[in-house]
């Protein structure tokens, strides 16, 4: 039966309308998954590599008390005996330096001014002979620079020269008492407490804790640093002055400041450059109540030597190292690296963590920054950014037309 007119119109616009709806839907389609965002990868985390150390393994002399730390590092890293506050003797005279020059400060090469020594410091010369503590010559109306004054007080440890200088700086000893208190407390150095300037005193006391940081502040300022680790010295009108530490230039020493007193037995605080890898570290020690100093300073070389191997350059993180790696959908991959080479010197066993932070990427150029790394050493953190290693490009539209549950 042939088809009316109007039936053949009819079905011919429902042809027309169907085939005109595919092609539309398939225009959609096509649009719609060919412009469509893709998914960003998230990138698989790899383990980081384990870095920590073994433990150094100082050896501590047999009696009195001792504690090591260095500069750079927060506080002691390691310590032997009675940590209690004690007699420190003239190293008592270290505190009275530190005291003196941030109210009469010098810088690198700088004399400082004149000073002109009295009949007072003649008395106070005979008055350290009295006690029976060690003294530097000292003539009424001699001209000495503040440096040659702190030459002639450290070097040899004239407890006379540390009550000139503080009565010229601060107008009698109990002003500079009040500013070394004050001192003290500003520094957080809890454990310590001066009656006097050069330690002669029994009631000049700190503990190892805290001559450690004082150690510290001494080898951060350049021109005690530099007057501690000379071996003698010549001062105007005084002589040739020799230093009271046999250790300097033996094994690294390069200071600080020997003690000795009844009550406080022989005491020494030491730094020593100690070289590791490309750099060096300036450790600081002190051991207090030795019998004497020949003993003592045997026992400190002991401890140098013990101490030096538990200092060690190691690499955190290594450039090209990958942190985390990429596979696209699409059949691409690539590898978020470590962008530089970071290293540190890492003292003993001390706890190394590394924590990577990786983000997800869709496309991206090869160098494009892709997270970072965190490496933390004791309290320190480190951070190393991360980037992509390969070129990450858009997968085009075909991929997204035959994909179109991943777009």
Same mark, same amino acid.
């Given at each position: 039966?042939?088809?009316?007119?109007?039936?053949?119109?009819?079905?011919?616009?429902?042809?027309?309308?169907?085939?005109?709806?595919?092609?539309?839907?398939?225009?959609?389609?096509?649009?719609?998954? #060919?412009?469509?965002?893709?998914?960003?990868?998230?990138?698989?985390?790899?383990?980081?590599?384990?870095?920590?150390?073994?433990?150094?393994?100082?050896?501590?002399?047999?009696?009195?008390?001792?504690?090591?730390?260095?500069?750079?590092?927060?506080?002691?890293?390691?310590?032997? #005996?009675?940590?209690?506050?004690?007699?420190?003797?003239?190293?008592?005279?270290?505190?009275?330096?530190?005291?003196?020059? @941030?109210?009469?400060?010098?810088?690198?090469?700088?004399? $400082?001014? *004149?000073?002109?020594?009295?009949?007072?410091?003649?008395?106070?010369?005979?008055?350290?002979?009295?006690?029976?503590?060690?003294?530097?010559?000292?003539?009424?109306?001699?001209?000495?620079?503040?440096?040659?004054?702190?030459?002639?007080?450290?070097?040899?440890?004239?407890?006379?020269?540390?009550?000139?200088?503080?009565?010229?700086?601060? $107008?009698?000893?109990?002003?500079?008492?009040?500013?070394?208190?004050?001192?003290?407390?500003?520094?957080?150095? +809890?454990?310590?407490?001066?009656?006097?300037?050069?330690?002669?005193?029994?009631?000049?006391?700190?503990?190892?804790?805290?001559?450690?940081?004082? #150690?510290?502040?001494?080898?951060?300022?350049?021109?005690?640093?530099?007057?501690?680790?000379?071996?003698?010295?010549?001062?105007?009108?005084?002589?040739?002055?020799?230093?009271?530490?046999?250790?300097?230039?033996?094994?690294?020493?390069? $200071?600080?400041?020997?003690?000795?007193? *009844?009550?406080? #037995?022989?005491?020494?605080?030491?730094?020593?450059?100690?070289?590791?890898?490309?750099?060096?570290?300036?450790?600081?020690?002190? =051991?207090?109540?030795?019998?004497?100093?020949? @003993?003592?300073?045997?026992?400190?070389?002991?401890?140098?030597?013990? =101490? @030096?191997?538990?200092?060690?350059?190691?690499?955190?993180?290594?450039?090209?190292?990958?942190?985390?790696?990429?596979?696209?959908?699409?059949?691409?991959?690539?590898?978020?690296?470590?962008?530089?080479?970071?290293?540190?010197?890492?003292?003993?066993?001390?706890?190394?963590?590394? +924590?990577?932070?990786?983000?997800?990427?869709?496309?991206?150029?090869?160098?494009?920054?892709?997270?970072?790394?965190?490496?933390?050493?004791?309290?320190?953190?480190?951070?190393?950014?991360? =980037?992509?290693?390969?070129?990450?490009?858009?997968?085009?539209?075909?991929?997204?037309?035959?994909?179109?549950?991943?777009?």
């Amino acid at each position: 039966m042939s088809l009316t007119r109007r039936q053949v119109y009819h079905r011919r616009r429902i042809a027309f309308f169907g085939g005109l709806a595919v092609v539309l839907a398939a225009i959609a389609y096509l649009t719609s998954t #060919g412009l469509a965002p893709v998914s960003a990868t998230a990138a698989a985390l790899s383990e980081p590599v384990a870095l920590t150390q073994a433990a150094a393994q100082p050896v501590w002399p047999a009696q009195g008390a001792g504690a090591i730390g260095a500069v750079g590092y927060d506080g002691v890293l390691g310590s032997t #005996g009675d940590q209690s506050s004690v007699p420190i003797a003239s190293i008592t005279k270290m505190i009275t330096s530190l005291v003196i020059l @941030e109210a009469k400060p010098l810088s690198g090469d700088d004399a $400082g001014p *004149d000073i002109t020594f009295t009949d007072e410091d003649v008395d106070i010369y005979y008055d350290a002979i009295a006690e029976n503590g060690s003294v530097a010559p000292v003539v009424s109306g001699m001209v000495l620079s503040q440096r040659e004054a702190f030459e002639t007080m450290l070097i040899p440890s004239a407890n006379n020269y540390s009550v000139s200088l503080a009565v010229w700086a601060f $107008g009698s000893v109990d002003a500079y008492l009040d500013a070394a208190t004050a001192y003290l407390a500003a520094h957080s150095l +809890t454990g310590t407490t001066v009656a006097d300037t050069s330690g002669i005193s029994a009631e000049s006391v700190s503990s190892p804790a805290d001559l450690v940081e004082i #150690g510290k502040l001494v080898m951060a300022n350049p021109v005690l640093a530099q007057i501690v680790a000379m071996p003698s010295a010549e001062i105007p009108t005084v002589g040739t002055v020799t230093n009271t530490n046999k250790l300097l230039g033996i094994d690294g020493v390069d $200071g600080i400041k020997t003690g000795t007193t *009844d009550e406080a #037995g022989a005491c020494l605080l030491f730094a020593v450059d100690v070289p590791v890898g490309d750099t060096s570290v300036t450790m600081v020690g002190v =051991v207090l109540g030795g019998d004497t100093h020949p @003993e003592l300073n045997e026992t400190v070389l002991s401890l140098i030597d013990s =101490v @030096e191997p538990g200092f060690r350059q190691i690499t955190l993180v290594e450039a090209g190292t990958p942190f985390g790696s990429y596979t696209t959908p699409w059949g691409q991959s690539g590898q978020a690296v470590a962008e530089t080479t970071e290293s540190a010197v890492v003292w003993s066993d001390t706890p190394i963590t590394t +924590t990577a932070d990786v983000e997800p990427v869709t496309v991206g150029e090869e160098g494009d920054s892709v997270g970072s790394v965190d490496v933390t050493v004791g309290s320190q953190t480190m951070t190393v950014p991360l =980037v992509l290693d390969e070129t990450l490009t858009d997968p085009g539209p075909f991929w997204r037309w035959t994909h179109p549950g991943e777009v």
